[in-house]
Nanobody, 122 residues
C-alpha cells in the first residue's frame, strides 16, 4: 500500500528527497509520517503531516532541516532533507495512520513502506 524511495549516499551537508506513494483508499491515511531506524537503535519519529497538509510535526533533530509535504494529485508524501549529518544515517520508513486521532507513536501506524536507506558519510 505504501512504497518509499529516494534514499542514497550523500556527503555531510547534502540533501535528499524521499518519496512515499500510496495506493488504496485516501481515507486510510489521515496522517502520513516518516520514521527512521539506525543500526542497533529503536525506530524513531521523523516527521508527520495531516491529511489536509495544513499541520506538520517534526522530531527535534529535523526541525529547520527537514520538510514534509504532500501532493494529492500523485497521492504521494515527500520528505525533503537538507544539511544532512552522519547521524541522519538510517533506513527511513513512511507510514500511514487510518485514524483521525493524532499520534507519533510508531505502534499506532498500521501501514508501512518497505524502507529506503539514507547514508551520510564523507
Amino acid at each position: 500500500q505504501l512504497q518509499a524511495w529516494g534514499g542514497g549516499s550523500v556527503q555531510p551537508g547534502g540533501s535528499l528527497r524521499l518519496s512515499c506513494a500510496a495506493s488504496g483508499r485516501p481515507g486510510d491515511m489521515y496522517y502520513t509520517g516518516w520514521f527512521r531506524q539506525a543500526p542497533g537503535k529503536e525506530r524513531e519519529f521523523v516527521a508527520l503531516i495531516s491529511w489536509s497538509g495544513a499541520s506538520k510535526w517534526y522530531g527535534n533533530f529535523g526541525k529547520g532541516r527537514f520538510t514534509i509535504s504532500r501532493d494529492y494529485t500523485k497521492n504521494t508524501v515527500y520528505l525533503e532533507m537538507n544539511s544532512l549529518k552522519p547521524e541522519d544515517t538510517a533506513v527511513y520508513y513512511c507510514a500511514a495512520r487510518d485514524s483521525a486521532l493524532w499520534s507519533i507513536d510508531k505502534s499506532d501506524f498500521g501501514s508501512w513502506g518497505q524502507g529506503t536507506q539514507v547514508t551520510v558519510s564523507s
